[in-house]
């Protein structure tokens, strides 16, 4: 299975850039996906295709990147941004999602 | 708008059967990929495989093969997952998510998930 590797845990001031990464162990090409997780509540879509902005979403949200290494951007953070943060590779079977960064507004 | 209504809390007992709904509105439910995940306690997401409604097609992810039946109710635009010989590794909040109709494998619009606790 295709792994996905994130950074655990970032902390960061209101109207700071935030950069999230995310590695796979293997090309998924520009078959990766990144979602907003808050505390008991479902997933919400942020970025499909690797850069592609999920209508609704606000414009501080934008992604990068292609093959193994991928990058969600936050800029600027604000205090609602609180939450965990997943990719998901749709490119080999099976699917699977990174383990998360929990990104803390200080 | 598109919603995802998914059925409660359930505590079952090891070595038994559990079958989760998920009911669609706001959209044809037909013509949409359903998959569902699963998110054990302070774990990441796990996919767990799709049914295409419009014809009941599925694909499971190897690894939930056996454990997982996804099946589909076209009157009642209402998906299942029935999760059988559960142990207390199937405790865990699992979600359905439907596929967005212009990005393939993406997952636009998710349930408020169910959550399963397995215990005696």
């Known amino acids: 299975d295709t792994v996905l590797t994130q950074s655990p845990a970032l902390a960061v001031s209101p109207g700071e850039r935030v950069t999230i990464s995310c590695r796979a162990s293997?090309?998924?090409?520009?078959?990766m996906h990144w979602y907003q997780q808050k505390p008991g509540q479902q997933p919400k879509l942020l970025i499909y295709?690797?850069?592609n902005l999920e209508s609704g979403v606000p414009a501080r949200f934008s992604g990068s990147g292609s093959g193994t290494d991928f990058t969600l951007t936050i800029d600027p953070v604000e205090a609602d941004d609180t939450a965990t943060y997943f990719c998901?590779?749709?490119?080999?079977?099976?699917?699977?999602f990174g383990s998360g960064t929990k990104l803390e507004i200080k | 708008q598109v919603q995802l209504q998914q059925s409660g809390t359930e505590l079952v007992k090891p070595a038994s059967s559990v079958k989760i709904s998920c009911k669609a509105s706001?959209?044809?439910?037909?013509?949409?990929?359903m998959h569902w995940i699963r998110q054990q306690p302070g774990n990441g997401l796990e996919w767990i495989g799709w049914?295409?409604?419009?014809?009941?097609?599925?694909k499971y992810n190897q690894k939930f093969d056996g454990k997982a039946t996804l099946t589909a109710d076209k009157s009642s635009s209402t998906a299942y997952m029935q999760l059988s010989s559960l142990t207390s590794e199937d405790s865990a909040v699992y979600f359905c998510?439907?596929?967005?109709?212009?990005?393939?494998?993406?997952?636009?619009?998710w349930g408020q998930g169910a959550s399963v606790t397995v215990s005696s």
């Open positions: 998901q590779q749709s490119w080999n079977d099976p699917f699977t």
């Open positions: 998510a439907r596929e967005g109709p212009y990005n393939p494998y993406v997952m636009d619009a």
């Open positions: 706001g959209y044809t439910f037909t013509s949409n990929y």
């Open positions: 293997e090309s998924v090409s520009t078959g």
């Open positions: 295709g690797a850069s």
């Open positions: 049914i295409y409604p419009g014809n009941g097609n599925t």
